[in-house]
């Protein structure tokens, strides 16, 4: 089979460090082409995948034009994803957009409407949804386990944006970084309500099998000096109950190299049991009926092209399947929906109807 043409635009997000490096170990995938108008922020993705100078640009129209990709992965600034989305769009690829889906519902639609124009795939990466521990839930949700969802409980985060590199290299953060950083800035969709929140808005509509909120109540902490927040907690009312989904820049340790308390992840309650579901962990712990106490359930095994969004994205290209579960825009605009809601809530300080 030929392979898969793909161009990485816009180095804004370090997760392109770790997209990039899913193609290159991918077998039908070939890196055509990188772009982004700061060129030192390319020189890691050059060294590390032996990049040679023609396929390295800083012009995305040019660099869409001479590449003629099959898809691109998108990672500028939250503010920016529907202006990239809408641009490659015009050269007929396929979308692969980091999260999150954007920073307002308005521009969410203008990206679903973009790829719909060009009929093009269009996924939103949520890496959330690849961790067995996550996925293991979701099955054992749909296989009736613990009954029908009532509750969905989540909170995660790290010590923060400034804090690692691509693939999670460690740097330690200075006052000038974040006050130059986009992810501190309110126009460019910075702070750690729009990082996070919809991780879990989005996760949480698939264990609620695509079921809406009626209304929603956030609080944000913003602290002195800075644009954005770096510490929120949404409620969201559903016909079964309260869901909560708290977002935290800041916790004590980052999860995937020690689990911070509060754990990061999920804790569904059902009519009939519950399941924790962390991030990273080789287990879950489900309560059921006919033992109260609780069982470790080791995580699925994760097999090919399910590991990780690469390789879904290109299996869903090869074979003409559609995008399903988180990365869906139906599902993710759901998640944004009540992002959107929540933001409001906040600025307002009361609750509001889920808005559409």
Wanted: with cysteine; charged share 25%.
């Amino acid at each position: 089979m030929k392979k898969l043409k793909v161009v990485g635009l816009n180095f804004d997000h370090m997760h392109m460090g770790d997209l990039l490096r899913q193609c290159a170990e991918h077998p039908d995938v070939e890196i055509a082409g990188i772009c982004d108008e700061n060129p030192a922020r390319m020189q890691a993705a050059i060294e590390n995948f032996r990049l040679p100078p023609e396929r390295v640009f800083v012009d995305p129209d040019r660099c869409l034009e001479a590449t003629a990709p099959d898809f691109v992965i998108l990672c500028p600034a939250t503010a920016r994803h529907a202006e990239y989305v809408e641009l490659a769009a015009r050269h007929r690829v396929h979308l692969l957009v980091e999260k999150p889906f954007a920073a307002t519902l308005a521009q969410a639609d203008r990206m679903i409407a973009a790829a719909k124009k060009a009929r093009r795939l269009l996924a939103i990466n949520w890496p959330l949804r690849w961790y067995p521990s996550h996925i293991t839930a979701h099955r054992l949700l749909r296989e009736g386990r613990i009954g029908a969802l009532q509750e969905v409980h989540y909170y995660d985060g790290n010590r923060g944006p400034l804090w690692h590199r691509a693939d999670k290299i460690e740097v330690t953060p200075t006052p000038a970084m974040k006050r130059q950083s986009w992810f501190y800035k309110k126009r460019q969709g910075g702070g750690s309500l729009l990082d996070y929140l919809g991780y879990g808005t989005t996760l949480g509509t698939w264990y609620h099998d695509g079921k809406k909120p009626i209304e929603v109540t956030a609080v944000v902490d913003v602290p002195h000096g800075l644009e954005v927040d770096e510490h929120s907690v949404t409620i969201a009312r559903y016909a079964s109950g309260l869901s909560k989904f708290e977002t935290r820049w800041g916790t004590f340790t980052d999860p995937w190299t020690l689990q911070p308390q509060p754990k990061c992840g999920f804790v569904l309650k059902g009519e009939d049991g519950t399941i924790s579901s962390y991030d990273y962990e080789p287990t879950i712990r489900v309560q059921s009926r006919a033992n109260p106490r609780g069982d470790d359930i080791a995580v699925d095994e994760l097999r090919p092209p399910f590991q990780n969004p690469i390789q879904y994205f290109a299996h869903c290209i090869q074979e003409g399947a559609p995008i399903e579960g988180p990365l869906s825009p139906k599902i993710a605009r759901i998640g944004q929906q009540i992002v959107d809601s929540a933001v409001l809530s906040a600025r307002l300080g009361k609750t509001v109807k889920l808005l559409a």
